[in-house]
Structures are given as structure tokens and as C-alpha cells.
């Protein structure tokens, strides 16, 4: 299947600072990636559907102001956690449809840890 | 937001038993599929259902897509060790496969 990468794997930042999650296709281009998050032994929740040179639509409840997402190029999302708190550590991911119009593919994930 | 029944929540068996688990929706999904995750991952996808009724393989992987379209199972024949992590369903309302995926709660299979 499609290569999906994301990086970082694992962020640890402090209150108040921004972090950004990069998504890449690897192999292939994507014109929409999805962004989830996953609280531990939970499902994943979809924040936002991002589309290469469009503004992304959230999911009801999520802060776009809060979850920046910039689908810049057909190869790469970035999700930014803004002014980040402790309750936004999570587990991230992403996945990309890739142009085939098969499935989605789920980058590896990245844990955050805001302290 | 909206998500899937899947049960069980989580099993423990023997090596080499056969597992057995399935989602339920209200409503009608176009697509069903079917996701492994391992701890620390993201989801990789098993098997992936387009049609009610479908009946389709993976090696030891079998899953059914419902005639009702409103669920799903997933059978797992003669498992190993490897076999461990957690299963999701998902499915998808829209015919294309650019739509959202909601997905269910998950299966903990442990080994």
C-alpha cells in the first residue's frame, strides 16, 4: 500500500507553546488528508478534513483557531497545535487518499505531551 | 460526533481459537472497512467492503459486509500471537471514497 509518513513520532512541549504535526505522502499525492486524534484506549475522533489549496473543514466542536491545518502542496498537511495545554496531549493521526481512489492510509501517529 | 457499535469491547482466547467481532450502525454506510492497530501506530487497513453482501478474505481474515448495510463482521481463523492489537470498524455514508470514515469503538484482542 501507500506510504504515509508523519512526523514528529513523539513531541513533549511546554504550556503556552505552538507544535506542529507534519503528514506526508510518501509515494503518491494526495488532494485530501484527514486528521484525527485518539485519547488512549479510545477510537479515533476525526478533527478536520483538510483539501490541498482550500481552507479545511472541522468537525463540529473542534477549534480551528485552536488546530491550524495548511494543505499547502499535494504531498503534505500540517496540523499546528496553537498555545498548547495540557489537555490537548493526545495521540494525532492522519491519513491521505491517495489518487488512485483506493482507501485511506493512516501515517504512523504522534503522540503529544503538553507539561 | 457519531461513531459505530463494535463488540466485544475486548477478548482474551487461546492461540489457535477462531475470534469473531462486528459492528452495528442506525443508519446505512456505503463501505465498511476493517483496521488493525498496534500500539503507538496508526491504523493499517485489513479488508475493505464496497457492496451488501460482500463476503471477502484476507489470509486468516474474513469479513461480511450486511445485507442491511447496517453491519458488519470480521472473523479471524486459527490466531496467533501477532494477531494481538486493537480492530476498528469504520464506514462511510457516501458513495465516494473521498467521505469521512466514522469509526467504532474497537476490539482489544489479546492472545
Known amino acids: 500500500g501507500a506510504v504515509v509518513s508523519q512526523h514528529p513520532s513523539r513531541v513533549i512541549c511546554k504550556s503556552g507553546t505552538s507544535v506542529k504535526i507534519e503528514c506526508r505522502s510518501l509515494?503518491?499525492?494526495?488532494?485530501?488528508m484527514f486528521w484525527y486524534r485518539q485519547f488512549p484506549k479510545k477510537s479515533l475522533m476525526l478533527m478536520a478534513t483538510?483539501?490541498?489549496?482550500?481552507?479545511?473543514?472541522?468537525e463540529q466542536g473542534v477549534e480551528k483557531d485552536k488546530f491550524l491545518i495548511n494543505h499547502a502542496s499535494l504531498t503534505l498537511s500540517t496540523l499546528t497545535v496553537t498555545s498548547a495545554h495540557p489537555e490537548d496531549s493526545s495521540f494525532y493521526i492522519c491519513?491521505?487518499?491517495?489518487?488512485?481512489?483506493?482507501?485511506?492510509?493512516f501515517g504512523q501517529g504522534t503522540r503529544l505531551t503538553v507539561v | 460526533g457519531q461513531q459505530l457499535n463494535q463488540s466485544p469491547q475486548s477478548m482474551f482466547i487461546q492461540e489457535g481459537e477462531d475470534v469473531s467481532m462486528n459492528c452495528t450502525s442506525s443508519s446505512i454506510f456505503n463501505t465498511w472497512l476493517w483496521y488493525k492497530q498496534d500500539p503507538g501506530e496508526g491504523p493499517v487497513l485489513l479488508i475493505a467492503l464496497y457492496k451488501a453482501g460482500e463476503l471477502t478474505s484476507n489470509g486468516r481474515l474474513t469479513a461480511q459486509f450486511g445485507i442491511t448495510r447496517k453491519d458488519s463482521f470480521l472473523n479471524i481463523s486459527a490466531s496467533i500471537p501477532s494477531d494481538v492489537g486493537i480492530y476498528f470498524c469504520a464506514g462511510r455514508h457516501g458513495s465516494s471514497n473521498t467521505g469521512k470514515l466514522i469509526f467504532g469503538q474497537g476490539t482489544t484482542l489479546q492472545v
Open positions: 509515494d503518491f499525492q494526495a488532494t485530501t
Open positions: 491519513s491521505a487518499l491517495d489518487t488512485w481512489n483506493t482507501e485511506a492510509f
Open positions: 483538510s483539501n490541498e489549496g482550500s481552507k479545511a473543514t472541522y
